[in-house]
Nanobody
């Protein structure tokens, strides 16, 4: 059984930074492509960023590109989302997700391709 636990959320002022962590247990992180999603109140869960299992390939949606950085440490079984220059519209519950793949450099955007999800961590950005 694979478990994902997100930490690092909190309250921050606009322009500030947070670093989210996603600790994976049960299977080696290196077996999985990873992604980050978020869900604002009353809205659907949306894709933000993805990283291949090798870490060599990443992908971001336009609204976070240049502000957010996805990374991973396979030795520590942890994925990260560094978020800089946060805006009030970034307020949401943030989720990490893992997708089993045999392809080292494949990143995954579609939520239905992710096998495991964390419970989420709240990020609130005040203006």
């Amino acid at each position: 059984q694979v478990q994902l636990v997100e930490t690092g959320g909190g309250l921050v002022q606009a322009g500030g930074s947070l670093r989210l962590s996603c600790a994976v247990s049960g299977r080696p992180l290196s077996d999985y492509a990873m992604g980050w999603f978020r869900q604002a109140p009353g809205k659907e869960r949306n894709f933000l960023a993805a990283i291949s299992r090798s870490g060599r390939t990443t992908y971001y949606i336009g609204s976070v590109k240049g502000r957010f950085t996805i990374s991973r440490d396979n030795d520590e079984n942890t994925a990260y989302l560094q978020m800089n220059n946060l805006k009030p519209e970034d307020t949401a519950v943030y989720f990490c997700a893992a997708s089993y793949t045999t392809r080292d450099d494949r990143y995954i955007v579609a939520s239905y391709e992710y096998n495991y999800w964390g419970q989420g961590t709240q990020v609130t950005v005040s203006s």
